[in-house]
């Protein structure tokens, strides 16, 4: 799983041409990774949400992180370690805009047969 | 999901930029164009929804229509929130809310975008607006040109921009000048101001050297599109508009052949006419066919014409320059300035010698000032005069010309000539 964080768009003021051209590099990585097989489905966050936390929980609303940390979305997919996924996660468009990816391995537990 | 076997979806160049000018013209009417700022948050907040959703899965088919659809719910969205406002009984809310979305989708025919779209244009170029913040309003607005982005198009820096757009929106909220598209009289001088804006665009683009080429490209097509778009409107399909339309193609067709690889300028008798948009030049002809209607001849049908006479020569030296001379008294004519006077001189130089031609040059009212503030005149002068065997004096303007221009590519050229002169 690739875990995406970053600036928020809104935050960016990004002109017509940047949209276009910054989703059109997101296009391309997918386009890249879904050609290896490698792409398994992904989806994003909308900014908003609430937060429970506490001994006696608390709801407060979100969004929880700084600016710069968002949590944005995140990618399925498919590789053979975490390396080859670290490797496939390169393609991360957003590093220029100081966003991150976290690369993490779904735990799959065996089902006794 | 997109299968191993497709290739990475593309989207239409520019299509957010030319969504943006939609979207803007269309929610300036709905909103008014007082509210300016409210639409184009509206529009941010559609590009927004469009990046977050497009960015994880397959684009719509319609990428367009998505926009606008979305553009469209948002609208909806804001009027209703003012409706709730008002605190009407749910009887009348109900009716008020199917009647507001039948006249918002009114708004978002293609008829009316067009129209919307034509009436923005004539609001940017409203005559009592500063020519410079109608040539960035438009880009703003019609163009959906960020501010960066016209500040590098105009070789001016971002906060200048802010401050023309800031005037020209303070200007346009206190004037509540009307969101239409003006009628009679009005009509044909708002025109007039409208090509010359749309002419000032291409040759930003055409010409400044400064700027970097892309964004000058940027700039050319810009200003053919919105020609286009002008010439496309029932009320804008005027001779003068195709005849415009026709000479950005011209001139277009050879931008790619003007510029070296290593950033030189190739002139007109050097370059390789092979290289010229064969395509551009066809439309250009076409273009120039639907202007010859009416009884106006425009400086653009002439200079359109000038244009074609140089597209129509397979080389330099079968140009032809007697017809060009004529093109060139007409031009004159209409339209008296010390460029057009330069310029005619280069032909008469083809055709009676270099000397006629400096005599004119000398002669063009306030040559003096000219020669020590426009580069292009000492250039233009110290060649021919290079030419003409007077090599002290050929050399001592273009020595004024290098001075005079900060581009690198223009130094480049004229210190090529003032070494073949020593």
């Known amino acids: 799983m690739f875990i995406f964080r970053g600036p928020a768009y809104e935050d960016l003021n990004l002109t017509p041409e940047e949209s276009q051209a910054s ?5 391309d990585w997918i386009g890249e990774l879904s050609a290896k097989g490698r792409y398994m489905g992904g989806d994003p966050l909308l900014k908003q949400g609430k937060m429970l936390q506490g001994n006696k929980p608390v709801v407060t609303d979100g969004p929880f992180a700084e600016g710069k940390e968002l949590l944005g979305g995140y990618f399925i997919i498919k590789a053979e370690s975490l390396e080859e996924a670290a490797q496939l996660a390169m393609g991360f468009p957003d590093f220029k805009i100081s966003g991150s990816v976290e690369v993490r391995e779904i735990m799959k537990i065996p089902m006794p047969s | 999901m997109s299968t191993g076997t497709e290739q990475p979806q593309q989207l239409v160049d520019h299509l957010f930029r030319h969504e943006a000018g939609k979207m803007i013209a269309v929610l300036t009417r709905v909103f008014g164009i007082t509210n300016l700022e409210l639409v184009e948050d509206t529009v941010q907040e559609t590009f927004l929804k469009a990046l977050q959703v497009w960015r994880y899965g397959q684009l719509p088919d319609n990428p367009s229509a998505w926009l606008m659809r979305v553009a469209r719910n948002r609208t909806i969205d804001l009027i209703r929130r003012q409706q709730k406002l008002a605190n009407l009984s749910d009887e009348l809310s109900k009716q008020l809310q199917s009647s507001t979305e039948n006249a918002v989708d009114q708004f978002f025919l293609d008829t009316e975008i067009a129209d919307s779209q034509l009436r923005m244009i004539f609001a940017c170029c409203h005559p009592a607006l500063h020519p ?3 040539v960035a309003l438009t880009l703003r607005t019609v163009s959906g040109f960020g501010v960066q982005e016209i500040a ?6 971002e906060s200048a921009i802010q401050k023309r757009l800031y005037r020209a929106r303070e200007f346009i909220k206190s004037e509540t000048i009307l969101f239409e598209i003006p009628v009679g009289q009005e009509f ?3 025109l007039e101001i409208v090509y010359t804006v749309l002419y000032l665009l291409f040759n930003e683009g055409y010409n400044s050297l400064k700027a ?7 700039l050319c097509a810009e200003a053919i599109r919105l020609c286009k778009l002008l010439t496309e409107h029932r009320l804008g399909a005027e001779p003068s508009a195709f005849a415009l339309l026709s000479l950005m193609c011209f001139q277009a067709s050879r931008f790619g052949s003007r510029i070296g690889e ?9 370059q390789d006419r092979n290289k010229w948009d064969h395509g551009l030049i066809r439309l250009g002809y076409y273009y120039l066919n639907r202007s010859s209607t009416g009884n106006k001849l425009s400086v653009y049908h002439i200079e359109s014409a000038i244009a074609a006479e140089h597209c129509l020569a397979p080389d330099f030296g ?3 320059w007697s017809a060009l001379l004529h093109l060139y008294d007409c031009l004159l004519e209409q339209k008296p300035t010390p460029v057009v006077r330069l310029n005619r001189s280069i032909v008469v130089a083809q055709l009676e010698g270099v000397h006629a031609a400096i005599d004119l040059i000398l002669d063009i009212p306030g040559i003096r000032v000219l020669l020590e503030q426009h580069y292009i005149y000492p250039a233009v002068l110290g060649d021919l005069y290079g030419r003409a065997g007077n090599c002290n004096e050929g050399r001592r303007l273009l020595q004024i010309a ?8 223009e130094k480049r050229l004229l210190q090529e000539k003032l070494e073949a002169l020593s």
């Open chain 2, 262 to 270: 290593d950033n030189t300028i190739i002139l007109l008798q050097k």
């Open chain 2, 188 to 190: 044909s001088a708002r």
């Open chain 1, 23 to 27: 989703m059109q590099k997101w296009y």
């Open chain 2, 152 to 157: 590098r198009a105009l070789m001016s820096t």
């Open chain 2, 212 to 218: 970097d080429e892309l964004i000058r490209h940027d």
């Open chain 2, 132 to 134: 410079e913040d109608q």
């Open chain 2, 318 to 320: 079968s140009t032809n």
């Open chain 2, 402 to 409: 290098s001075q005079l221009t900060s581009s690198l590519a």
